[in-house]
């Protein structure tokens, strides 16, 4: 049973940074690529950042581009989500996800709150 765990959100002012983690359990991520989304109040889910586990390949939305960085840590099979320079518009629940490359599988995890006050 695959399992993502995120944690490491929480309340920052804005310019703090916050790095979030997605613990991934039940199985090997190889031939994953893994993602965060988040969700602000109101608007649709929107994608963040990802990564192609195999072979690191990192991938960023306009909007996170330079301040986001994306990485995974094969020992710990956990991804992280650095972020820097936060800005009050970053405010969103983080979900992570896992997407196989090979098949339609998709996983979820409960997301994390991350907010940002100006």
């Known amino acids: 049973q695959v399992q993502l765990v995120e944690s490491g959100g929480g309340l920052v002012q804005a310019g703090d940074s916050l790095r979030l983690s997605c613990a991934a359990s039940?199985?090997?991520?190889?031939?994953?690529?893994m993602g965060w989304f988040r969700r602000a109040p109101g608007k649709e889910r929107e994608f963040v950042a990802s990564?192609?586990?195999?072979?690191?390949?990192?991938s960023y939305a306009d909007s996170v581009k330079a301040r986001f960085t994306i990485s995974r840590d094969n020992a710990k099979n956990t991804v992280y989500l650095e972020m820097n320079n936060l800005k009050p518009e970053d405010t969103a629940v983080y979900y992570c996800?896992?997407?196989?490359?090979?098949?339609?599988?998709?996983?979820w995890g409960q997301g994390t709150q991350v907010t940002v006050s100006s």
């Open positions: 996800a896992a997407s196989s490359l090979s098949s339609s599988d998709n996983y």
């Open positions: 039940g199985g090997s991520f190889t031939n994953y690529r």
């Open positions: 990564i192609i586990w195999a072979v690191g390949r990192t």
